[in-house]
């Protein structure tokens, strides 16, 4: 398939671009700045994907429109741009996805796969105050956002939703938590298990060529409808029980559902397994030093 | 003279800056990123060309101009973005230096004035080899921007008598390049028919667009800086009709190493002398015609 990536010159994108090489697609990488390292066998084009002219250029680019788009251009979570004005999160993030949607909708492009997060799920925030109505969290857990950019995830997959109302394309919202790469797990590690340990909004995380894989299976796979996905891995990323680190950080929420225990993730990922046929294959236990 | 360069950051406006500084003249480096390589006796300073005002800074008490900026192809950014950059670069650089009162633009146009590399639709040229007179058979957006770039050129001189040459080179191969480049044409030696078997030694090229500098008694002209031997093992004769299908006999005549394209008018009027010939530079395992 020819397909386009924006964003293809960060991270999660840097993966998704190798992996779907890999797999034989065309690829085009939809960029903010040129890539540092390009992936041998994938194009690019530099596009500010908040201008909607840009973006109808690159998926309709020298005569050729893109048969699927995956959509990872976004300002992420990541320090030092997640110190960026919010309004420009949201700004930059919430436009780019819907340029996006809007330019599939005039090509005729069939399948959309963008990215939204665990940031839809931000009770971590409440200060242990606000719990989910239950664990494992799923694509059924209600919303709850604090900040500019959790907001622009979930437009990100209204937008999804939009654009499979309007034209029936596939558009799948891709969920990751904490995202690490295999060279960032030792750093992630002794975060995790430092003197002031770091937590993020779950104990779940994704493994980035594990989520690249999904990203493949999602633009792949026909007949997907319009769907949210959890991309996490099976275990917590955690040394205590996950009922131990739900009860710590929650122990001013009132009565909590905890359907985990023991090494188990908080999130489940059972939805993403069986549409997609995708499974983790990359543990952090795997990266531990021995 | 005092010269600014604009794009003198970028290959070829780096080999001008520094064979003009080597030459005597006052180099101004009007770009806006800085260089990346050393140039010694050249003067940076940061201007955008879609910035009137910045040119207008960055070009006071020059005597002339070098026109180099510009997207360099239309394969790495949406087409109206080429087009538009390329040529609204030309004409806020015309309209500072008439502002200015400066005499003389030198602008790097391209062999794409005639719009082959990065066609939409297979042509074939008019007739062999091409030269100055060849109408432009332009359709993507690269080559647009340099046709639009040289009318804007004529049209100021016509309203003030600027001097304005346009210097048309095609690839542009650095001493270092001449070996990989000679074993990739050697591999697929009908490649090069997209532009007309055409090179110019780097060296070579930073001396014509001085010369055009120089003879400050040509007022507006255009003039191809291309070497007077074809970058191909094989007559054109043998390989034009292989590539262009429609070409029938019209290149019958270029046997020997004839090019594709003729630098006459730059032997006519700048007295160019090619120095760098590729069949001395380059190892041979094969003879080739001589």
């Given at each position: 398939m020819r397909i386009v990536v924006t964003g293809g010159s960060g991270i999660v994108g840097g993966f998704v671009v190798r992996n779907l090489v890999a797999a034989g697609h065309d690829v085009m990488n939809v960029t903010r700045r040129p890539p540092r390292d390009p992936v041998p066998g994938a194009g690019f084009v530099q596009v500010d994907t908040t201008e909607m002219g840009q973006v109808v250029g690159a998926l309709k680019f020298r005569g050729k429109i893109a048969d699927a788009v995956i959509h990872l251009a976004a300002l992420p979570n990541v320090w030092p741009v997640a110190a960026s004005l919010p309004t420009e999160v949201w700004r930059i993030n919430a436009l780019s996805v819907y340029n996006v949607a809007e330019a599939c909708a005039q090509l005729g492009i069939g399948k959309l796969v963008e990215t939204s997060s665990v940031n839809v799920h931000q009770y971590m925030r409440s200060g242990g105050t606000i719990a989910p109505p239950r664990w494992p969290m799923d694509e059924t857990t209600p919303n709850w956002v604090i900040n500019a950019y959790g907001l622009s995830k979930i437009a990100g997959e209204a937008t999804a939703r939009m654009l499979h109302a309007r034209t029936g394309a596939q558009a799948i919202s891709i969920r990751p938590a904490l995202v690490i790469a295999p060279d960032e797990y030792a750093m992630r590690i002794s975060q995790m298990r430092g003197d002031r340990p770091k937590t993020w909004l779950s104990w779940s995380y994704s493994d980035a060529e594990d989520l690249a894989e999904a990203y493949r299976l999602a633009i792949e796979k026909d007949d997907l409808g319009c769907e949210a996905l959890y991309i996490v891995n099976d275990d917590a990323f955690t040394d205590a029980p996950i009922e131990t680190c739900i009860m710590q950080a929650y122990r001013d929420a009132g009565p909590l559902d905890i359907g985990v225990k023991g090494h188990a993730a908080d999130i489940a990922n059972a939805k993403a397994k069986a549409m997609l046929g995708w499974k983790p294959r990359h543990s952090w236990h795997d990266y531990e030093k021995r | 003279?005092?010269?600014?360069?604009?794009?003198?950051?970028?290959?070829?406006?780096?080999?001008?800056?520094?064979?003009?500084?080597?030459?005597?003249?006052?180099?101004?480096?009007?770009?806006?990123?800085?260089?990346?390589?050393?140039?010694?006796?050249?003067?940076?300073?940061?201007?955008?060309?879609?910035?009137?005002?910045?040119?207008?800074?960055?070009?006071?008490?020059?005597?002339?101009?070098?026109?180099?900026?510009?997207?360099?192809?239309?394969?790495?950014?949406?087409?109206?973005?080429?087009?538009?950059?390329?040529?609204?670069?030309?004409?806020?650089?015309?309209?500072?230096?008439?502002?200015?009162?400066?005499?003389?633009?030198?602008?790097?146009?391209?062999?794409?004035?005639?719009?082959?590399?990065?066609?939409?639709?297979?042509?074939?040229?008019?007739?062999?080899?091409?030269?100055?007179?060849?109408?432009?058979?332009?359709?993507?957006?690269?080559?647009?921007?340099?046709?639009?770039?040289?009318?804007?050129?004529?049209?100021?001189?016509?309203?003030?008598?600027?001097?304005?040459?346009?210097?048309?080179?095609?690839?542009?191969?650095?001493?270092?390049?001449?070996?990989?480049?000679?074993?990739?044409?050697?591999?697929?030696?009908?490649?090069?028919?997209?532009?007309?078997?055409?090179?110019v030694d780097a060296r070579d090229l930073a001396t014509l667009f001085r010369l055009a500098l120089e003879h400050t008694e040509l007022e507006d002209e255009v003039i191809y800086g291309t070497a007077e031997d074809a970058w191909a093992e094989r007559p054109l004769a043998e390989l034009v009709p292989q590539y262009f299908k429609q070409a029938g006999n019209k290149a019958a005549h270029l046997t020997g190493t004839d090019a594709g394209v003729s630098n006459a008018k730059a032997k006519r009027l700048l007295g160019f002398q090619q120095r760098f010939y590729w069949r001395d530079i380059v190892k041979k395992r094969v003879t080739s015609i001589e």
């Open positions: - | 003279m005092k010269v600014v360069v604009t794009g003198g950051s970028g290959g070829i406006g780096h080999l001008v800056c520094i064979d003009l500084a080597q030459h005597g003249h006052e180099v101004i480096n009007a770009t806006r990123s800085a260089p990346k390589l050393p140039q010694p006796g050249v003067k940076f300073v940061q201007a955008n060309t879609s910035d009137m005002g910045e040119l207008v800074s960055a070009f006071a008490g020059a005597d002339a101009v070098m026109h180099i900026a510009a997207i360099p192809n239309p394969m790495h950014n949406p087409a109206h973005v080429v087009f538009n950059e390329n040529t609204e670069g030309t004409y806020n650089v015309c309209e500072a230096c008439y502002a200015l009162g400066i005499g003389s633009v030198i602008y790097a146009s391209s062999i794409n004035h005639l719009g082959l590399d990065f066609r939409y639709r297979d042509f074939t040229p008019d007739y062999f080899p091409v030269d100055e007179e060849h109408r432009t058979l332009a359709q993507d957006p690269y080559a647009l921007s340099k046709v639009a770039s040289e009318e804007v050129l004529h049209g100021f001189h016509r309203r003030c008598g600027m001097r304005t040459i346009s210097i048309r080179p095609p690839a542009v191969i650095l001493p270092d390049e001449y070996q990989r480049r000679f074993d990739a044409n050697r591999r697929y030696p009908l490649t090069a028919g997209g532009f007309l078997w055409t090179y």
